[in-house]
């Protein structure tokens, strides 16, 4: 009988050892890769009638006409570039800005006067609370 306070002497054979091993399995499933694919049709005809295949560097294609630019930032650069009617834009931010302004002014007013009700109603309440104070409780 063992106690929990005894030490007990446990040993393995290489056999299970190597057993063990052998059943842990792998994490991943090797697997040959697949065949890259193939060209489609459509592009093979493409081709046809052109005499030799161009190659497309997009880097040059995106690369940015401007020296002082930072690299890798040509595609925002490009987006910078294209004009706009800034007016029209600005004027709708005023319109929307004067919008703004007016629904503050009609908000900054209610509260004002729910500020004015609450002191009108406070002084009420307070009037009345004296006067039932004043009032003994058998005359009715």
Known sequence: MITPSEIQKFTVCSESANQVQESAGDLFVPIDMPEPPKNSFLKEMSTLFVSQKESFDL?????????????????????????GPLSMEQA?????LHERGEKLNVAVE???????????????????????????????
């Open 92 to 96: 709708s931010a005023r319109a929307a």
């Open 110 to 140: 209610a509260t004002e006067r729910l500020k004015e009700n609450a002191v009108t109603l406070s002084q009420r309440t307070g009037k009345l609370v004296e006067k039932y104070e004043k009032k003994k409780w058998y005359n009715f």
């Open 59 to 83: 880097d040059t294609i995106f690369l940015d006409k401007n020296p002082n630019s930072v690299p890798g930032s040509s595609m925002r650069s490009i987006a910078k570039t294209i004009p």
